[in-house]
């Protein structure tokens, strides 16, 4: 599995390096970012914010870094200087590297924020991405300060697209299921998640598992004990503490040991760190990757085919004695057969007349059984008339599902007909079958999430989708 993933991974990403045309260095500058114009390229910037360090590194803009906060682990500014904590940085160090700007996020403390303009230091705060979208704008702007207003932003946005198109690639090695995947990730046991609407909370969609967090509403320790998931993901140390709740302790996923740690640094990093948390977070749920992807050595390979040809020779030798024996085995077998016919037409000369009697006897039974059974199916139809009537649940094929398909109001085509009519076969959706997803559609698809146990929001994700046409979806009546 790894091996694959970083084929993929290494592919997909040398092309958002390539094919930057030359831009001369007067059209770059001045750059306008957050109100604050860059007269001229940076040479040294200061990472508080490990996440923006991973872009830039993933940008190719990782010499330019000449201090980072501890928070900054990344592989390839190791040895750069530290400069304390993200939110409580020493200031004289900062100063030190000279920076022409500081890189940090919303956890900076004010007081340090305002002592760094003090002394004419620009500090730069970048909000993270929710979306792809986002993800786009945030790599286009961090790439414009460290690389140009053209030359940069482009780079920026090609960076962004294969970093999307590589998750993409990881989502399509996942095994189709019927089955829907549920996974969560937890920072503590007191109820600090990773919801839907943050990108690493997205990022379970990616590895076609549904995210039973949901949205920031309703109890979330609720929900994930209501919804049981297969999967709990969580930041170092809370494995342990899961072990020893009461509550979390009787999950499936605690049960089975299918709790991953995964540093929460990591797990928010929006660089090239997102396609390898994905990646394992892929190989966790979804072992038979591995277990497909393992191919024998050549010299395996070499010592299978020498083996087999060993085989196919004493496979010959033993095929010419089998014959020669059948053959002996024949014609005793022919002269006992003549025997045996002889000695059976005397036994059905006498048999004639008792096969007649038989039959006779036979009738008469069967038209006996034909009446009482003519009898009971009656019984059977007025007793079956008096129950109620239930939705009997079928795997469903007419809809194509394709890996990271997804469905939401306002969309209009011909597989939207095909869900309304699941859902109404379901007893979910009332209205007329239209191939428009509007309130009536959105509000069908919610009931079916709650019936369902998972937390409506009216769209369908990829999983849902999967769910939905299987057998083992729960209809509106039960």
Sequence with gaps: MKKIVSIIISGVLALGMAGCSYISPDDEYPVKIAGYTFEKKPESIVCLDDSVADILIACGYADMIKARS???TQEEIEDIQTVGKENTPDMQKIISAKPDVVFADKTLSADVRKKLE?????VLTMVKAKDNDGLTVLY???CAVAGGDKSGRKKGIDKAKSVVTTMGDLQR???ESK?????????????KVAYKDTFEGNLFEYANALNVCGYEDGDVIQKITLSDPQYIFCDTGVKAQLEKNDTFKKLTAVKKGNVIEIDKNVFERQGNTITQVLSDMIEVMYPQITEESSE???EESSKAEESSKIEESSKVEESSEVEESSKAEESSKIEESSKVEESSEVEESSGVEESSEVEESSEVEESSEVEESSEVEESSEIEESSEPSTIVVVADDSLKIRQGMRYRVGEEDENVKIIQQRLKNLGYFKGEITGYYGEKTAKAVSDYEVTNRIDPDGNLS?????????????????
Aim: glycine letters at 2%; a negative charge.
């Design 462 to 478: 990829t999983p849902e989708l999967y769910l939905l046409f299987s057998n083992e979806v729960l209809p509106a009546n039960q």
């Design 70 to 72: 501890e928070e900054c």
């Design 173 to 175: 090695i996942i095994p």
């Design 179 to 191: 089955f829907l995947m549920t996974a969560c990730y937890l920072y503590d046991t007191e109820g």
């Design 118 to 122: 003090e002394e004419n230091i620009h």
């Design 296 to 298: 024998p050595s050549v």
């Design 140 to 142: 286009e702007n961090i």
